[in-house]
Protein backbone atom coordinates (compact mmCIF):
# COMPACT_ATOMS: atom_id res chain seq x y z
CA UNK A 1 0.00 0.00 0.00
CA UNK A 2 1.19 3.65 -0.66
CA UNK A 3 2.77 5.03 1.90
CA UNK A 4 1.95 8.35 3.96
CA UNK A 5 4.66 11.18 4.33
CA UNK A 6 5.94 13.03 7.94
CA UNK A 7 5.27 16.11 5.80
CA UNK A 8 1.78 15.25 5.21
CA UNK A 9 1.20 14.16 8.73
CA UNK A 10 2.61 17.61 9.69
CA UNK A 11 0.32 19.59 7.90
CA UNK A 12 -2.50 16.99 9.21
CA UNK A 13 -1.39 18.02 12.57
CA UNK A 14 -1.33 21.65 12.13
CA UNK A 15 -3.40 23.17 9.08
CA UNK A 16 -5.74 20.83 8.41
CA UNK A 17 -9.06 21.50 7.93
CA UNK A 18 -11.62 18.80 7.72
CA UNK A 19 -15.19 19.31 6.45
CA UNK A 20 -17.63 17.07 5.19
CA UNK A 21 -18.46 17.92 1.52
CA UNK A 22 -20.60 15.96 -1.47
CA UNK A 23 -20.08 16.11 -5.09
CA UNK A 24 -22.78 14.53 -6.42
CA UNK A 25 -23.89 11.49 -4.42
CA UNK A 26 -19.97 10.35 -3.41
CA UNK A 27 -19.35 11.84 0.42
CA UNK A 28 -15.94 12.57 1.15
CA UNK A 29 -14.00 14.45 3.56
CA UNK A 30 -11.63 17.33 2.03
CA UNK A 31 -8.09 17.61 2.88
CA UNK A 32 -6.12 20.78 3.09
CA UNK A 33 -2.98 20.63 0.47
CA UNK A 34 -1.54 17.61 -1.79
CA UNK A 35 -1.72 13.87 -0.75
CA UNK A 36 1.32 11.59 -1.25
CA UNK A 37 0.48 8.19 -1.29
CA UNK A 38 -1.58 5.86 0.53
CA UNK A 39 -3.84 8.36 1.98
CA UNK A 40 -6.95 6.93 0.76
CA UNK A 41 -7.00 4.64 3.95
CA UNK A 42 -7.01 7.38 6.17
CA UNK A 43 -10.04 9.08 5.21
CA UNK A 44 -12.26 9.00 8.05
CA UNK A 45 -9.33 9.57 10.70
CA UNK A 46 -9.50 13.64 12.22
CA UNK A 47 -6.79 15.64 12.49
CA UNK A 48 -6.27 15.14 16.03
CA UNK A 49 -6.20 10.94 15.28
CA UNK A 50 -3.91 10.91 13.00
CA UNK A 51 -1.52 13.75 14.87
CA UNK A 52 -1.64 10.89 18.11
CA UNK A 53 -0.74 8.06 15.96
CA UNK A 54 1.92 10.12 14.58
CA UNK A 55 3.16 11.39 18.45
CA UNK A 56 3.38 7.61 19.60
CA UNK A 57 4.71 5.58 16.75
CA UNK A 58 7.22 8.12 15.87
CA UNK A 59 8.25 10.44 12.81
CA UNK A 60 9.56 7.21 10.48
CA UNK A 61 6.20 5.48 11.44
CA UNK A 62 4.54 9.15 10.05
CA UNK A 63 4.94 7.35 6.83
CA UNK A 64 2.78 4.70 6.65
CA UNK A 65 -0.56 5.13 8.99
CA UNK A 66 -2.90 2.30 10.52
CA UNK A 67 -6.36 2.81 8.11
CA UNK A 68 -9.29 4.98 8.73
CA UNK A 69 -12.77 3.68 7.60
CA UNK A 70 -13.41 4.87 3.54
CA UNK A 71 -16.39 7.03 4.34
CA UNK A 72 -18.23 6.93 0.78
CA UNK A 73 -21.68 5.97 -0.93
CA UNK A 74 -22.08 4.46 -3.96
CA UNK A 75 -23.11 6.96 -7.29
CA UNK A 76 -26.41 6.58 -9.13
CA UNK A 77 -25.21 4.50 -12.50
CA UNK A 78 -22.13 3.06 -10.11
CA UNK A 79 -23.74 0.13 -8.84
CA UNK A 80 -24.60 -2.06 -12.55
CA UNK A 81 -25.56 -5.48 -13.67
CA UNK A 82 -24.79 -6.05 -17.43
CA UNK A 83 -21.33 -5.35 -18.98
CA UNK A 84 -21.18 -4.38 -22.18
CA UNK A 85 -18.01 -5.90 -23.87
CA UNK A 86 -16.50 -6.03 -27.47
CA UNK A 87 -14.48 -8.87 -26.55
CA UNK A 88 -10.93 -8.60 -27.64
CA UNK A 89 -9.70 -11.30 -30.54
CA UNK A 90 -8.33 -13.80 -28.26
CA UNK A 91 -10.05 -13.25 -24.91
CA UNK A 92 -13.20 -14.02 -23.59
CA UNK A 93 -14.16 -9.91 -22.44
CA UNK A 94 -13.52 -8.56 -19.30
CA UNK A 95 -16.30 -8.80 -16.70
CA UNK A 96 -16.25 -7.03 -12.73
CA UNK A 97 -15.15 -9.23 -9.79
CA UNK A 98 -18.08 -7.93 -8.21
CA UNK A 99 -20.37 -5.38 -9.41
CA UNK A 100 -21.83 -4.51 -6.40
CA UNK A 101 -18.41 -4.05 -4.20
CA UNK A 102 -15.88 -1.20 -3.88
CA UNK A 103 -12.48 -3.54 -4.68
CA UNK A 104 -9.00 -2.76 -5.62
CA UNK A 105 -5.44 -4.09 -5.70
CA UNK A 106 -6.17 -7.92 -7.07
CA UNK A 107 -3.95 -10.53 -6.61
CA UNK A 108 -4.49 -13.72 -9.13
CA UNK A 109 -2.58 -17.44 -9.22
CA UNK A 110 -3.19 -20.91 -10.76
CA UNK A 111 -2.26 -23.98 -9.82
CA UNK A 112 0.73 -25.25 -12.23
CA UNK A 113 -0.87 -28.84 -12.72
CA UNK A 114 -4.24 -28.40 -11.56
CA UNK A 115 -7.12 -26.63 -12.73
CA UNK A 116 -7.50 -24.67 -9.18
CA UNK A 117 -7.21 -21.28 -9.75
CA UNK A 118 -7.84 -17.85 -6.94
CA UNK A 119 -8.42 -14.24 -6.75
CA UNK A 120 -7.55 -11.85 -4.07
CA UNK A 121 -9.04 -7.89 -3.47
CA UNK A 122 -9.56 -5.75 -0.92
CA UNK A 123 -12.64 -4.47 -0.92
CA UNK A 124 -14.08 -1.65 1.35
CA UNK A 125 -17.53 -0.77 3.01
CA UNK A 126 -18.71 -4.61 2.87
CA UNK A 127 -20.00 -5.73 5.95
CA UNK A 128 -17.83 -6.69 8.40
CA UNK A 129 -17.05 -10.48 9.81
CA UNK A 130 -17.41 -9.36 13.37
CA UNK A 131 -17.65 -6.48 15.42
CA UNK A 132 -14.03 -6.43 16.32
CA UNK A 133 -13.21 -7.58 12.22
CA UNK A 134 -11.70 -5.33 9.95
CA UNK A 135 -13.23 -2.28 8.49
CA UNK A 136 -12.13 -2.83 5.01
CA UNK A 137 -11.28 -6.70 4.59
CA UNK A 138 -9.45 -8.84 2.05
CA UNK A 139 -11.78 -11.26 0.19
CA UNK A 140 -11.20 -14.54 -1.72
CA UNK A 141 -12.87 -15.75 -5.00
CA UNK A 142 -11.88 -19.85 -6.28
CA UNK A 143 -11.97 -21.34 -9.57
CA UNK A 144 -11.77 -25.08 -10.25
CA UNK A 145 -12.21 -24.79 -14.08
CA UNK A 146 -9.10 -22.50 -14.98
CA UNK A 147 -11.06 -19.31 -14.80
CA UNK A 148 -13.88 -20.22 -16.73
CA UNK A 149 -16.20 -19.43 -13.61
CA UNK A 150 -15.64 -18.03 -10.22
CA UNK A 151 -16.87 -19.18 -6.98
CA UNK A 152 -18.71 -16.61 -4.43
CA UNK A 153 -16.79 -14.54 -2.91
CA UNK A 154 -15.72 -15.09 1.46
CA UNK A 155 -13.33 -13.67 3.37
CA UNK A 156 -9.55 -15.02 3.22
CA UNK A 157 -9.00 -14.03 7.52
CA UNK A 158 -12.03 -12.51 9.65
CA UNK A 159 -8.39 -11.46 11.74
CA UNK A 160 -10.54 -10.12 14.56
CA UNK A 161 -8.92 -7.23 16.57
CA UNK A 162 -7.30 -5.98 12.94
CA UNK A 163 -8.62 -2.35 11.69
CA UNK A 164 -7.87 -3.20 8.16
CA UNK A 165 -6.36 -5.50 5.88
CA UNK A 166 -4.33 -4.43 2.42
CA UNK A 167 -2.10 -5.42 -0.28
CA UNK A 168 -3.18 -9.27 -0.98
CA UNK A 169 -0.69 -11.52 -2.92
CA UNK A 170 -1.50 -15.58 -3.63
CA UNK A 171 1.01 -17.76 -5.30
CA UNK A 172 0.36 -21.69 -5.34
CA UNK A 173 3.09 -24.32 -4.80
CA UNK A 174 3.52 -27.49 -7.21
CA UNK A 175 1.44 -30.03 -5.13
CA UNK A 176 -1.08 -27.28 -5.22
CA UNK A 177 -0.44 -25.84 -1.63
CA UNK A 178 -1.56 -22.38 -1.38
CA UNK A 179 0.23 -19.42 -0.11
CA UNK A 180 -1.23 -16.25 1.10
CA UNK A 181 0.19 -12.59 2.54
CA UNK A 182 -0.84 -9.53 3.16
CA UNK A 183 -1.06 -6.47 5.69
CA UNK A 184 -2.81 -6.60 8.93
CA UNK A 185 -3.00 -3.29 10.00
CA UNK A 186 0.58 -1.42 9.62
CA UNK A 187 1.31 -3.53 12.66
CA UNK A 188 2.13 -5.89 12.76
CA UNK A 189 1.46 -4.94 9.04
CA UNK A 190 2.85 -8.29 6.79
CA UNK A 191 1.58 -11.57 7.88
CA UNK A 192 1.48 -14.88 6.18
CA UNK A 193 -1.02 -18.07 6.03
CA UNK A 194 -1.03 -20.98 3.95
CA UNK A 195 -4.08 -23.42 2.89
CA UNK A 196 -3.67 -27.12 1.60
CA UNK A 197 -7.34 -27.78 0.76
CA UNK A 198 -7.48 -25.28 -1.92
CA UNK A 199 -8.22 -21.98 -0.16
CA UNK A 200 -11.20 -23.79 1.85
CA UNK A 201 -9.09 -22.93 5.48
CA UNK A 202 -5.86 -21.41 6.56
CA UNK A 203 -3.50 -21.69 8.54
CA UNK A 204 -3.90 -18.60 11.46
CA UNK A 205 -1.46 -15.56 10.03
CA UNK A 206 2.09 -14.97 11.03
CA UNK A 207 3.64 -12.01 11.32
CA UNK A 208 7.09 -11.64 9.94
CA UNK A 209 7.70 -8.03 11.45
CA UNK A 210 10.60 -8.09 13.71
CA UNK A 211 10.65 -5.97 17.21
CA UNK A 212 12.46 -3.42 16.29
CA UNK A 213 10.30 -2.42 13.41
CA UNK A 214 7.06 0.17 14.02
CA UNK A 215 5.48 -0.68 10.85
CA UNK A 216 5.71 -2.63 7.80
CA UNK A 217 4.32 -2.44 4.20
CA UNK A 218 3.78 -3.42 1.04
CA UNK A 219 4.90 -7.12 0.56
CA UNK A 220 5.99 -8.93 -2.67
CA UNK A 221 5.83 -12.83 -2.04
CA UNK A 222 7.75 -15.42 -4.21
CA UNK A 223 8.45 -19.33 -3.11
CA UNK A 224 9.78 -22.19 -4.32
CA UNK A 225 8.54 -24.58 -6.82
CA UNK A 226 7.84 -27.38 -3.66
CA UNK A 227 6.53 -24.36 -1.66
CA UNK A 228 9.14 -25.12 1.23
CA UNK A 229 11.24 -21.89 0.72
CA UNK A 230 9.35 -18.53 0.82
CA UNK A 231 10.43 -15.17 0.27
CA UNK A 232 8.89 -12.17 1.65
CA UNK A 233 10.18 -8.90 -0.05
CA UNK A 234 8.68 -5.07 2.39
CA UNK A 235 9.28 -1.94 3.14
CA UNK A 236 9.77 -0.35 6.99
CA UNK A 237 10.97 2.66 4.57
CA UNK A 238 14.35 1.16 3.91
CA UNK A 239 13.68 -2.02 1.90
CA UNK A 240 13.99 -5.75 3.71
CA UNK A 241 13.13 -9.35 3.17
CA UNK A 242 12.30 -12.48 5.22
CA UNK A 243 12.29 -16.32 4.87
CA UNK A 244 11.00 -19.12 5.53
CA UNK A 245 12.36 -22.69 4.68
CA UNK A 246 9.64 -24.85 6.51
CA UNK A 247 6.85 -23.47 4.27
CA UNK A 248 5.56 -20.63 6.07
CA UNK A 249 5.96 -22.06 9.29
CA UNK A 250 8.91 -19.98 10.79
CA UNK A 251 10.53 -16.97 9.63
CA UNK A 252 14.14 -15.89 10.43
CA UNK A 253 14.97 -12.00 11.09
CA UNK A 254 14.07 -9.69 8.29
CA UNK A 255 17.48 -8.82 6.46
CA UNK A 256 17.87 -5.23 5.51
CA UNK A 257 18.64 -4.54 1.70
CA UNK A 258 19.58 -0.93 1.43
CA UNK A 259 21.64 1.58 3.41
CA UNK A 260 20.61 4.70 1.63
CA UNK A 261 17.96 5.92 3.47
CA UNK A 262 15.15 6.07 0.29
CA UNK A 263 11.72 4.95 0.60
CA UNK A 264 11.53 1.44 -0.79
CA UNK A 265 8.45 -0.63 -2.49
CA UNK A 266 8.30 -3.89 -3.55
CA UNK A 267 7.35 -5.01 -7.16
CA UNK A 268 8.29 -8.53 -7.49
CA UNK A 269 9.79 -11.55 -6.62
CA UNK A 270 10.93 -15.13 -8.34
CA UNK A 271 13.04 -18.05 -7.10
CA UNK A 272 15.32 -19.40 -10.03
CA UNK A 273 15.66 -22.97 -10.42
CA UNK A 274 19.18 -22.89 -9.08
CA UNK A 275 17.46 -21.24 -5.60
CA UNK A 276 18.61 -17.84 -6.82
CA UNK A 277 16.05 -15.51 -5.12
CA UNK A 278 15.43 -12.29 -7.32
CA UNK A 279 13.01 -9.49 -5.95
CA UNK A 280 12.67 -5.80 -7.44
CA UNK A 281 11.47 -2.89 -6.01
CA UNK A 282 11.75 0.94 -6.88
CA UNK A 283 12.82 3.90 -3.93
CA UNK A 284 11.71 7.36 -3.41
CA UNK A 285 13.28 10.05 -1.92
CA UNK A 286 10.76 10.85 1.08
CA UNK A 287 9.32 13.21 -0.36
CA UNK A 288 8.51 11.59 -3.42
CA UNK A 289 10.69 14.17 -5.47
CA UNK A 290 13.74 13.75 -7.53
CA UNK A 291 14.84 10.86 -9.84
CA UNK A 292 13.09 7.46 -9.20
CA UNK A 293 15.27 4.46 -9.06
CA UNK A 294 14.51 0.50 -10.27
CA UNK A 295 16.55 -1.76 -7.84
CA UNK A 296 17.49 -5.47 -7.98
CA UNK A 297 18.24 -7.33 -4.97
CA UNK A 298 19.31 -11.21 -5.08
CA UNK A 299 20.53 -13.85 -2.49
CA UNK A 300 22.19 -17.13 -3.34
CA UNK A 301 22.02 -18.63 0.01
CA UNK A 302 18.36 -18.85 1.06
CA UNK A 303 17.92 -15.46 1.87
CA UNK A 304 20.78 -15.35 4.24
CA UNK A 305 22.51 -12.13 2.71
CA UNK A 306 21.40 -10.10 -0.26
CA UNK A 307 23.19 -7.92 -2.87
CA UNK A 308 21.04 -4.72 -4.17
CA UNK A 309 21.94 -3.15 -7.61
CA UNK A 310 20.42 0.17 -9.11
CA UNK A 311 19.24 -1.20 -13.08
CA UNK A 312 17.68 1.82 -14.10
CA UNK A 313 16.87 5.40 -13.02
CA UNK A 314 13.83 7.55 -14.21
CA UNK A 315 12.82 11.37 -14.01
CA UNK A 316 9.93 12.31 -11.31
CA UNK A 317 7.12 11.10 -12.24
CA UNK A 318 4.19 12.89 -13.29
CA UNK A 319 1.99 14.28 -10.99
CA UNK A 320 -1.53 12.69 -10.41
CA UNK A 321 -4.55 14.96 -10.51
CA UNK A 322 -7.39 12.91 -10.73
CA UNK A 323 -10.28 13.57 -7.48
CA UNK A 324 -8.56 12.79 -4.07
CA UNK A 325 -4.63 11.60 -5.84
CA UNK A 326 -1.66 11.20 -4.06
CA UNK A 327 0.63 13.55 -6.37
CA UNK A 328 3.15 10.95 -7.01
CA UNK A 329 0.60 8.10 -7.43
CA UNK A 330 1.99 7.96 -10.89
CA UNK A 331 5.68 6.84 -9.39
CA UNK A 332 6.76 3.09 -11.16
CA UNK A 333 6.35 0.08 -8.81
CA UNK A 334 8.03 -2.37 -11.14
CA UNK A 335 7.49 -5.78 -12.17
CA UNK A 336 9.59 -9.08 -12.66
CA UNK A 337 8.92 -12.63 -13.49
CA UNK A 338 10.76 -15.95 -14.20
CA UNK A 339 10.08 -18.54 -17.25
CA UNK A 340 10.97 -22.32 -16.25
CA UNK A 341 14.29 -22.00 -17.27
CA UNK A 342 15.40 -19.09 -15.28
CA UNK A 343 15.13 -16.60 -17.51
CA UNK A 344 13.78 -12.77 -16.48
CA UNK A 345 12.48 -9.74 -17.75
CA UNK A 346 11.70 -6.85 -15.32
CA UNK A 347 9.09 -4.07 -16.46
CA UNK A 348 8.66 -0.37 -15.26
CA UNK A 349 7.74 2.54 -16.15
CA UNK A 350 9.33 6.31 -15.98
CA UNK A 351 8.48 9.88 -18.33
CA UNK A 352 11.97 11.24 -20.42
CA UNK A 353 11.50 14.31 -18.92
CA UNK A 354 10.45 15.13 -14.96
CA UNK A 355 7.00 14.81 -14.43
CA UNK A 356 6.45 14.31 -18.31
CA UNK A 357 4.33 11.59 -19.74
CA UNK A 358 5.71 7.94 -19.59
CA UNK A 359 7.05 5.20 -20.99
CA UNK A 360 6.90 1.51 -20.42
CA UNK A 361 10.55 -0.47 -20.72
CA UNK A 362 11.52 -4.02 -20.44
CA UNK A 363 14.89 -5.01 -19.35
CA UNK A 364 16.22 -8.87 -19.46
CA UNK A 365 18.69 -11.42 -17.26
CA UNK A 366 19.96 -14.53 -18.46
CA UNK A 367 22.23 -14.93 -15.89
CA UNK A 368 20.10 -14.85 -12.63
CA UNK A 369 19.56 -11.06 -12.57
CA UNK A 370 23.24 -10.46 -12.86
CA UNK A 371 23.06 -8.26 -15.59
CA UNK A 372 20.53 -6.71 -17.41
CA UNK A 373 19.76 -5.57 -20.83
CA UNK A 374 19.31 -2.37 -22.11
CA UNK A 375 15.75 -0.73 -21.70
CA UNK A 376 13.24 -2.18 -24.73
CA UNK A 377 10.25 0.76 -25.07
CA UNK A 378 6.84 -0.89 -24.58
CA UNK A 379 4.72 1.71 -24.53
CA UNK A 380 2.00 2.89 -27.29
CA UNK A 381 1.96 5.90 -29.39
CA UNK A 382 4.31 9.11 -27.85
CA UNK A 383 2.84 11.58 -25.51
CA UNK A 384 0.12 8.67 -23.63
CA UNK A 385 1.13 8.53 -19.78
CA UNK A 386 1.91 4.82 -19.38
CA UNK A 387 1.85 2.95 -15.58
CA UNK A 388 1.06 -0.10 -13.79
CA UNK A 389 2.40 -2.51 -15.36
CA UNK A 390 2.14 -6.68 -14.69
CA UNK A 391 3.84 -9.61 -15.73
CA UNK A 392 4.20 -13.50 -15.61
CA UNK A 393 6.25 -16.13 -17.12
CA UNK A 394 6.01 -20.16 -17.91
CA UNK A 395 7.92 -22.42 -20.20
CA UNK A 396 10.83 -21.48 -22.43
CA UNK A 397 11.12 -17.62 -23.17
CA UNK A 398 7.08 -17.31 -22.52
CA UNK A 399 5.77 -14.10 -20.99
CA UNK A 400 3.15 -12.31 -20.77
CA UNK A 401 2.66 -8.28 -19.44
CA UNK A 402 0.17 -5.46 -19.32
CA UNK A 403 0.24 -2.05 -18.76
CA UNK A 404 -2.37 0.71 -19.02
CA UNK A 405 -1.80 3.95 -20.18
CA UNK A 406 -4.18 7.25 -21.41
CA UNK A 407 -3.33 7.70 -24.80
CA UNK A 408 -6.96 7.99 -25.30
CA UNK A 409 -7.60 10.94 -23.14
CA UNK A 410 -7.32 11.48 -19.18
CA UNK A 411 -9.95 10.15 -19.03
CA UNK A 412 -10.06 7.58 -20.98
CA UNK A 413 -6.97 4.93 -19.58
CA UNK A 414 -7.04 1.27 -20.77
CA UNK A 415 -5.16 -2.08 -20.25
CA UNK A 416 -2.71 -3.44 -23.02
CA UNK A 417 -1.74 -6.78 -23.31
CA UNK A 418 1.45 -7.84 -24.84
CA UNK A 419 3.30 -11.12 -25.19
CA UNK A 420 6.83 -12.44 -25.83
CA UNK A 421 8.13 -15.91 -26.89
CA UNK A 422 11.38 -15.90 -27.39
CA UNK A 423 12.63 -14.48 -23.46
CA UNK A 424 11.36 -10.83 -24.16
CA UNK A 425 13.47 -9.92 -27.18
CA UNK A 426 10.63 -9.46 -29.40
CA UNK A 427 6.76 -8.64 -28.30
CA UNK A 428 3.31 -9.10 -29.97
CA UNK A 429 1.02 -5.83 -31.04
CA UNK A 430 -0.67 -4.56 -28.14
CA UNK A 431 -4.23 -5.85 -27.04
CA UNK A 432 -6.68 -3.98 -25.57
CA UNK A 433 -7.75 -5.77 -22.92
CA UNK A 434 -9.89 -3.44 -21.16
CA UNK A 435 -12.48 -4.16 -23.75
CA UNK A 436 -15.89 -3.25 -21.92
CA UNK A 437 -17.63 -0.22 -23.46
CA UNK A 438 -20.37 0.30 -21.05
CA UNK A 439 -21.24 -0.64 -17.32
CA UNK A 440 -20.49 1.50 -14.18
CA UNK A 441 -20.25 5.29 -14.70
CA UNK A 442 -16.66 5.27 -15.11
CA UNK A 443 -16.54 2.96 -18.08
CA UNK A 444 -17.22 4.06 -21.76
CA UNK A 445 -16.30 3.03 -25.15
CA UNK A 446 -12.76 5.29 -24.99
CA UNK A 447 -11.47 3.71 -22.04
CA UNK A 448 -12.14 3.70 -17.95
CA UNK A 449 -11.62 7.39 -16.10
CA UNK A 450 -8.54 6.10 -13.91
CA UNK A 451 -6.35 3.36 -12.72
CA UNK A 452 -8.22 2.24 -9.27
CA UNK A 453 -5.55 1.13 -6.89
CA UNK A 454 -1.44 1.03 -6.94
CA UNK A 455 -1.45 -2.24 -8.99
CA UNK A 456 -2.76 -5.69 -10.70
CA UNK A 457 -1.60 -9.06 -11.49
CA UNK A 458 -1.84 -11.21 -14.61
CA UNK A 459 -0.57 -15.22 -14.76
CA UNK A 460 -1.22 -18.18 -16.83
CA UNK A 461 -3.14 -21.53 -16.26
CA UNK A 462 -1.94 -24.76 -16.11
CA UNK A 463 -3.38 -24.92 -19.75
CA UNK A 464 -1.63 -21.61 -20.81
CA UNK A 465 -4.57 -19.53 -20.77
CA UNK A 466 -4.01 -15.78 -19.63
CA UNK A 467 -5.80 -14.17 -16.90
CA UNK A 468 -5.37 -10.62 -15.85
CA UNK A 469 -6.72 -8.77 -13.03
CA UNK A 470 -6.64 -4.98 -12.54
CA UNK A 471 -8.81 -2.13 -10.75
CA UNK A 472 -10.58 1.08 -12.32
CA UNK A 473 -12.31 3.45 -10.89
CA UNK A 474 -13.48 7.08 -11.54
CA UNK A 475 -10.88 8.03 -9.62
CA UNK A 476 -8.50 7.60 -6.89
CA UNK A 477 -11.34 7.46 -4.29
CA UNK A 478 -13.74 5.55 -5.61
CA UNK A 479 -15.91 3.30 -5.28
CA UNK A 480 -14.45 1.15 -8.40
CA UNK A 481 -14.08 -2.03 -9.12
CA UNK A 482 -11.65 -4.94 -10.12
CA UNK A 483 -11.64 -6.60 -13.34
CA UNK A 484 -11.03 -9.87 -14.82
CA UNK A 485 -10.17 -11.09 -18.34
CA UNK A 486 -9.48 -14.29 -19.89
CA UNK A 487 -7.62 -15.65 -22.88
CA UNK A 488 -9.44 -18.10 -24.78
Same mark, same amino acid.
Request: aromatic fraction near 10%; proline fraction near 6%; include cysteine.
Given at each position: ?28 L ?18 A ?7 E?G ?8 NG ?15 T ?26 D????Y ?7 Y ?9 P??Q ?7 DN ?24 E ?8 A ?5 YAP???? +?? #?? !?? =?? @? /??? $?K??? *?????F?D???M?I ?6 VY ?8 Y? +?? #?? !?? =?? @? /??A $???T? *? ?5 F ?10 T ?10 T???D ?14 W ?7 T??Q??C ?6 VD???T?P??A?DA????V ?8 A ?22 D????S?A????S ?20 P????T ?5 T??GV ?9 DA??G??Y ?12 Y ?12 A??G ?16 L
Open positions: MRRRTAIWIASLAGVLVVATATVGTLVYEEHGPRLRGERELVGMSAEVAEEAEEEAEGKARPITKQVWAAGMRVGDVTAAAPGWTGQQLFDPTADDWEPAVAFPAGTGYILTTRGAPKACGNCAHIWLKRTVGATWSAATYLCPCSGTKAQNDPLIVANDGSVYAWMNDGVVF +AR #ST !DH =GL @T /WTA $PAVK *SKAMHTKPIASPTGRDLAFNSSDSV +AA #SH !DF =GA @T /WG $PVKN *SDGRYYAGGGAVLPNGVVFTSSSFTQSTGVFVHVMRSTNGGASTQTQVATPEPTVALDCPYYGIALAGGKLLTYTGPTVKGPQRVYAIRSADGGLTWSAPQLGGPGNANFAITGRGTGDFRMYFMDSRNGDAWNWYRASDGTWSAEVRISTAPAVTTGGFFEPYGDGEIATTSTGKTVVWEGPDYRGPGGVWINRG
